[in-house]
């Protein structure tokens, strides 16, 4: 075994290679296939845990001891000039390389193995291991060491690889028709905070700064909607204009929450059901006539188009077109749909969901049918979102939305001083549309007129427009240490004007022994805030 120092470089040992990253702290390996002009010729020259396979290398999964990268050079294509293998923090553990211990490559192949220990790194969170490259007709390998401050992303976007890879919306269809407009979630432009480089002499490009200057949601320019009635009365002496997208499926109003502007609608309330009328399936639907409370008006299906509520743990949509769902939430559907599985939204989405442990593994449901969903039994509640503030929701609540709302992944504010990554995140969605969401048990709307507390479990969904912030509660003293607590530690603390909804349960998804989050793992709780990362 031959121990390589950084900056070094060899022969590569073999044609065929596996490079193994292994370190005290779970990290994420990937690999980049480069041009001559050190940038990805395509966005699947980026190999890593939710693209597994590229032209010549093979991610795989260590299942507990380090992630590997087989690298096969003579199967490379002629253009791809140096495969770099690079090792991120997952979020689970520590924020930075400073405190994640110990960190080695391994290079083995049939003829030998080198080894690279990686040290002196400090306010990174991304690191380029190795790179393999070639060198007059033949392959060399190098050790490299360069960090990255702000993970996975800021190397893929060194690297050329386009973050923000979701398409722009469809145009709107023309006036009159009712059919859904045929689009797709786009993700807002990267907020990532400014990410300092290692000086290396590698050439390596340094980590690039994101565009400064976002338009506030209020002022964003969105695909139209389904064209909602109001969900609450519009004030006195004020006419609303004329919407500017066709009209479509018509809701029925829903309340405001109390005190303020008739922009959302807390969620909607079941009308107390009739009483049950007994009634016979008739031998025409093709069964033998039988009676039975079942078949009482209670237990029919909802009319109405768009998203609807049947009943208080499930929702009918009537798809013309597509709507965005859970994915593994359907319970039943009737008509010509086709599913398409999203994750949680392309190469953009998987890096954000890895660093984050949010995210929302979503499927795309097109056609014309009847479709119904639920998730576990939940409580189901609709909440109209009209453009001019952001619904900031747990992923772990989200049902369904129309595709003309747009999502992304926002940290916690005042949440930076963390150790984790893990935990502080949530979904935050913005435009014009009905977003379908889901709670443990009856939950309660509270106006944001005084400081507001909640526990991290039990807050739902809040107005996105609320500044947000971290109470710790319990002081960190001897009787901490010696695991004595009130329980309620950590708390979010909300200011401003507007709503926060809350359950009466403080359980993660899935028990206290819920998932861990990341980005195999959408849709899981993990961390100190894990319940608030769906």
């Known amino acids: 075994m031959n121990a390589l120092a950084r900056g070094e470089n060899r022969p590569a040992p073999a044609d065929r290679m596996t490079v193994t990253v292994s370190c005290s702290t779970p990290v994420d390996v990937s690999a980049l296939l480069l041009g001559t002009d050190g940038s990805v010729r395509a966005d699947g020259d980026f190999v890593f845990f939710n693209q597994p396979v590229g032209p010549g290398v093979v991610y795989r999964h260590g299942r507990g001891a380090g992630d590997m990268v087989d690298v096969q050079t003579s199967a490379l294509p002629a253009d791809v000039d140096r495969v770099v293998v690079t090792a991120s923090l997952d979020g689970s553990g520590p924020a930075t390389f400073a405190a994640a211990g110990s960190l080695v490559a391994t290079i083995a192949s049939d003829a030998g193995t080198l080894t690279f220990p990686i040290s002196g790194l400090t306010t990174e969170s991304a690191v380029v291991c190795v790179e393999i490259y070639r060198r007059g007709g033949g392959w060399k390998v190098r050790a490299v060491g360069q960090g990255y401050d702000n993970g996975l992303a800021g190397i893929a976007t060194a690297f050329g690889v386009n973050v923000d890879d979701e398409p722009a919306p469809a145009p709107a269809p023309s006036a009159g028709t009712h059919s859904r407009t045929d689009q797709t979630i786009v993700a807002p432009a990267r907020t990532d905070p400014t990410v300092v480089a290692q000086p290396a002499a590698s050439g390596y490009p340094p980590p690039v700064t994101p565009v400064s200057g ?84 209670r237990h029919a299906e909802v009319t109405g188009v768009g998203i609807q509520k049947q009943g208080g743990k499930m929702i009918k949509v009537t798809v013309n077109g597509e709507v965005m769902a859970r994915a593994g939430s359907m319970v039943a559907y009737q008509g010509e749909l086709q599913f398409q599985a999203l994750g949680s939204g392309g190469i953009g989405r998987a890096i954000q969901q890895r660093l984050t442990g949010e995210g929302v593994p979503l499927m795309k449901v097109s056609g014309r049918g009847d479709l119904f969903l639920a998730n576990s039994a939940a409580d189901v509640h609709t909440i109209d979102l009209d453009g001019t ?8 609540n989200v049902l369904a939305f129309d595709s003309t709302l747009t999502y992304n992944i926002g940290r916690v504010q005042g949440a930076a001083g963390v150790a984790s990554n893990a935990g502080l995140f ?18 309660v709307v509270l106006n944001v007129d005084q400081p507001t507390y909640a526990d991290p479990q039990a807050a739902v969904a809040w107005s996105s427009s609320l500044q947000t912030g971290i109470k710790r509660n319990d002081s960190f003293g001897l009787g901490r240490l010696m695991g004595r607590s009130t329980g309620e530690g950590t708390t979010l603390a909300f200011s401003g004007r507007g709503f926060v909804i809350v359950q009466p349960s403080e359980l993660p998804p899935g028990g206290l022994l819920g998932g861990t989050g990341g980005g195999q793992e959408a849709g899981h709780s993990g961390g100190m805030f894990g319940g608030l990362l769906g």
């Open 426 to 443: 949530n979904c935050v969605f913005t435009g014009r549309g009905r977003i379908a969401i889901t709670s443990h048990g009856a939950p």
């Open 389 to 396: 503030d952001g619904l900031t929701i747990n992923g772990a």
């Open 214 to 297: 976002q338009p506030a949601p209020g002022h964003q320019s969105y695909p139209p909607p389904p064209a909602y009635p109001p969900t609450a009365p519009y004030p006195s002496g004020q006419t609303p204009a004329a919407p500017p997208y066709p009209p479509a499926p018509s809701y029925p109003p829903a309340p405001s929450y109390p005190g303020e502007p008739q922009h959302y609608s807390a969620p909607v309330q079941q009308a107390p059901a009739a009483p049950p009328v007994p009634s016979t399936f008739s031998s025409q639907q093709g069964a033998l006539p039988m009676h039975s409370d079942l078949f009482d008006p």
